[in-house]
């Protein structure tokens, strides 16, 4: 592997094909710390116009006709708020089963990866709404009957808890297809990387946390991004399960003053903000690589 | 004779149908350097990697400083007293050349990182690249990375260093900077097992080489003998081969 960023490219441009290029480096460093943006960190990720002209979009919108415009976006703020909330708590706990759901899928051990590979399968045959509706309506009528089944209270009288059953929702569903992105990064880690950090004396689990996932991180940021965004967007099948999210309010906003073009065009571009908003962080991730 | 640092006896391993070592005794005496040479499928890479445990042989015993791999409770304990180093160079791509050589040191070696970094420096010196210590893997060269990989095994304090053709993915001028750090070692008594096809090095350093073809040791002697005067007919034809070119 050999990442290279412009800033080592311009060094071997500007040193030539030197004999000895330890003495030139430093000269080297200094011509490049005199180019503006030479760093690749420095850069400005150039798509931020689209979040401006987004923005000002909305903005311009809400100012001059604050009627509907400026009505829509009040009535719905909760939602966004709620849209936003599913979304971070999930993706923690999709990080999460995502990293052990992926190294249960390369491990040796037969009974994990069957599990793993098992809940893999399972989780991604079945659509994400049927889930959803599946957590929500099915799952503590089992949860009640299990509890009457061997009369514990605490179970039998078990209350449903939208937000909760929501983010199990998500985060099961959403938690299959990371593993598969994070096997599938630890995978593409030449294998002698491992085999330098085991001859050195470390164990398996030092080798993966300090040598494995430092790199496989690197290379699933893209893929990960990605699922982070199509998160956002499926965040809005939970209005399907008595969740006021963004897409429920903007329905409920539509159903009482019936003006669906100017309602479903502030939501999707109230979605669009902040998917857009999204794509800039992880880009600005990807560019802060140091090697 | 003092009990070897290195004992392999009858080893065979196979990857699937393939026999790749058939039968294998060495002993390696501390203080020794050997040299192990071969075709390409002699299988004295997997001899190589057996030795610490990288490859699981499937009969026979290999004893490494006293303990037998098989057996062994803790590997880890018996890897961090045998230094490798591959082809490939494999330095951890997200850390400098410092950090490559003390995170081992922290993690196993447990030395505080003043210490670590002491260490690492001096070997860093040692090989001659102390002025890149905060580079990273891919703005060195790939003698600088394969000096950087020796002074990462040296910095564990290996009792003993295993070299996996590490000069083999090198351009032609910058073969002799790693070999001369591994003259270097040799002179200062580390035992070395070293599989290598460089003829220069085996007559420099070498007590003793050997010559390997489909899965068995053909032949070993001291190098000068085994270069100008072998025994076996496969010796002399791969010999004529290698020296020819």
């Not at chain 1, 180019?35 to 909305?58: F, Q, Y």
């Not at chain 1, 164990?203 to 699933?220: G, L, T």
Request: net charge positive; aromatic share 8%.
């Amino acid at each position: 592997m050999a990442p290279k960023g412009p800033d080592q490219n311009l060094g071997r441009m500007l040193s030539g094909k030197t004999k000895d290029p330890t003495e030139t480096d430093e000269k080297v460093q200094e011509i490049i710390n005199q180019i503006p943006g030479a760093e690749p960190s420095a850069k400005l990720d150039p798509w931020w116009w689209l979040v401006v002209a987004v923005a000002a979009l909305i903005i311009l919108m809400v100012v001059f006709f604050p009627d509907p415009y400026g009505d829509i976006l009040n009535f719905v703020k909760d939602g966004i708020w709620i849209t936003v909330q599913l979304t971070l708590i999930s993706f923690v706990f999709i990080l999460i089963i995502g990293l052990i759901g992926g190294i249960g899928r390369i491990t040796k051990n037969p009974v994990i990866h069957f599990i793993s590979t098992l809940y893999v399968e399972i989780v991604r045959g079945i659509p994400l709404l049927v889930q959803l509706i599946w957590w929500y309506f099915a799952a503590p009528a089992v949860i009640r009957g299990i509890g009457e089944a061997i009369h514990f209270s605490a179970m039998a009288d078990y209350k449903s808890n939208a937000l909760l059953l929501a983010i199990i929702g998500l985060s099961v569903c959403y938690g299959a297809y990371m593993a598969e992105i994070f096997r599938a990064g630890i995978q593409s880690i030449p294998k002698g990387q491992m085999e330098a950090a085991r001859s050195l004396g470390m164990n398996y689990f030092q080798a993966m946390r300090y040598v494995i996932v430092p790199q496989a991180i690197r290379v699933v940021l893209p893929p990960v991004g990605n699922e982070f965004i199509m998160l956002i967007k499926d965040t809005s099948l939970v209005s399907a399960v008595a969740m006021a999210d963004l897409t429920r309010r903007g329905r409920e906003y539509m159903s009482a003053h019936f003006n669906p073009i100017e309602t479903w065009t502030m939501i999707a571009l109230i979605y669009l903000i902040i998917t857009l908003l999204s794509a800039r962080v992880i880009s600005w991730l990807e560019t802060r690589r140091k090697y | 004779m003092p009990e070897p640092i290195i004992r392999i006896e009858n080893v065979h391993k196979h990857f699937g149908r393939v026999h790749a070592l058939r039968g294998i005794n060495l002993e390696v005496q501390a203080g020794e350097v050997v040299v192990i040479l071969g075709p390409s499928g002699s299988g004295k890479s997997t001899l190589l990697r057996c030795i610490n445990h990288l490859e699981v042989y499937n009969s026979g015993k290999i004893t490494v400083d006293g303990i037998v791999l098989k057996t062994a409770q803790n590997i880890n304990a018996v890897r961090r007293e045998v230094g490798m180093v591959f082809q490939s160079f494999n330095l951890f791509p997200h850390l400098t050349a410092l950090s490559n050589l003390i995170l081992a040191q922290r993690l196993v070696r447990k030395r505080p990182i003043e210490e670590a970094k002491e260490i690492a420096m001096k070997l860093l010196a040692k090989v001659g690249i102390a002025e890149k210590a905060d580079s990273y893997p891919g703005q060195l060269s790939g003698g600088q990375q394969q000096r950087v990989a020796i002074a990462r095994a040296l910095a564990m304090n290996p009792k003993m260093m295993l070299f996996d053709e590490p000069t083999s993915a090198l351009d032609p001028e910058m073969i002799k900077e790693v070999l001369d750090v591994m003259l270097a070692l040799a002179k200062e008594g580390m035992t070395m097992v070293v599989v290598s096809h460089e003829m220069g090095f085996a007559r420099a350093a070498a007590s003793r080489c050997i010559f390997m073809d489909e899965g068995q040791i053909v032949e070993e002697g001291p190098p000068d003998k085994l270069f100008t005067n072998p025994t076996q007919d496969r010796t002399k034809l791969f010999l004529s081969k290698v020296l020819q070119s």
